[in-house]
């Protein structure tokens, strides 16, 4: 099989290039492949060095899929921070096969990883992928959303997300540059929903719906759900972490009581955000909901000793160290959100 790609190679510096997949030329052979680009119409790529020459190579590299059975197929992500040998490969993944369309929940964390994911879809199904349903505006998941936009998928998401999208747009793509390396970042660009969710969403794929949801500010201030009622799955995005420590960007006890609501859904597995990649629900939140509760009662009984937010990051959550993967990193700005939110209360 053969693919289309472009050498895209950034204006400030000629020799930092990499092969962008173009998605949706996929052939059998090389003359084939050669074919189609007499008709193509290129993507946006205007942010990088131009002329852009499309070409035929063999086909790149694959992400690794788990066939959960019923049509959904998940992916997991490294349990890692971000660097230059997993590129954002750092979250889940998950695609859902309908009888006429393909949804894909979350991304990964750069166009590569896309693109690696993109190519273990085609190799599932050929039916077109509808939605990218993007769980939350964190970079890990959504990064690789570009190539599902230019393969012609609605891009799903919380009707908050295009700003907090656009009000950390900056940051985000310098940071994950710097840590996957300039070259494996290209073709990477944060991808706006064109579908906006606020009331429940039924999202048709033929023979089979996914009911998307949104929630009130608790992992994050976007967080959406996908749930399949075919398979009992809930597609809970990071509102449920596995070994990997949870990462408060919104409220504790917002946190909290979503978790309670997302109990009463009536799913048997849940697809994390990080790790599993497919557990029991609701059983598998109890270390979640457990290091919450931590959290909680730390940070007040710290607020209550008058304990500065300085000193109490260092105690707030401690006793739940052994317990989850990556602590030291996310545990403390756990603390300093929590610190915040209740101070005031
Ligand atoms: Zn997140």
Redesign the pocket.
């Known amino acids: 099989m053969f693919e289309l790609v472009a050498s895209l190679c950034l204006i400030a510096a000629a020799d930092v290039c990499r092969d962008v997949l173009i998605p949706g030329h996929e052939s059998v052979s090389r003359s084939e492949c050669q074919d189609r680009i007499r008709t193509l119409s290129l993507p946006d790529f205007s942010a990088y060095r131009q002329p852009v020459e499309p070409r035929c190579v063999p086909l790149g590299p694959t992400a690794d899929f788990v066939d959960v059975g019923g049509g959904v197929f998940v992916h997991r992500g490294q349990i890692s921070d971000v660097g230059p040998f997993n590129f954002g490969d750092v979250s889940n993944v998950a695609f859902v096969v309908g009888d006429r369309s393909i949804a894909v929940i979350d991304a990964g964390g750069s166009r590569k990883i896309g693109e690696a994911v993109y190519r273990a879809i085609r190799q599932t199904s050929d039916l077109p992928i509808s939605h990218l349903v993007l769980t939350?505006m964190?970079p890990d998941?959504v990064f690789g959303a570009s190539v599902f936009a230019d393969a012609g998928a609605r891009i799903v998401g919380h009707r908050k997300l295009a700003r907090a999208l656009g009000d950390r747009a900056e940051s985000y793509t310098t940071s994950f540059t710097n840590r996957m390396g300039a070259a494996a970042f290209i073709g990477t660009r944060i991808v706006a929903p064109d579908l906006e969710v606020d009331e429940p969403v039924e999202l048709d794929l033929g023979g089979r719906t996914l009911v998307v949801r949104a929630w009130p500010v608790s992992?994050?201030h976007t967080d959406i759900t996908a749930f399949d009622g075919k398979t009992g799955t809930l597609f809970a995005g990071?509102l449920m972490f596995h070994l990997h420590t949870p990462?408060v960007?919104g409220s504790v006890r917002g946190w909290q009581s979503v978790l309670k609501d997302l109990a009463a859904i009536p799913a048997r597995q849940v697809v994390p955000?990080h790790g599993g990649p497919i557990l029991d629900w609701p059983e598998s939140a109890a270390p979640l909901m457990r290091y919450l509760a931590v959290l909680e009662a730390d940070t007040r009984a710290a607020i209550d000793r008058g304990v500065s937010l300085s000193k109490a990051v260092d105690v707030i959550g401690r006793s739940e160290a052994a317990n989850w993967d990556l602590f030291d990193l996310f545990n403390p700005r756990n603390a300093t959100v929590a610190y915040t939110e209740l101070e005031w209360e």
Do not use: F, L, R
């Open positions: 939350h964190h998941h992992h994050s990071d990462a960007d955000g």
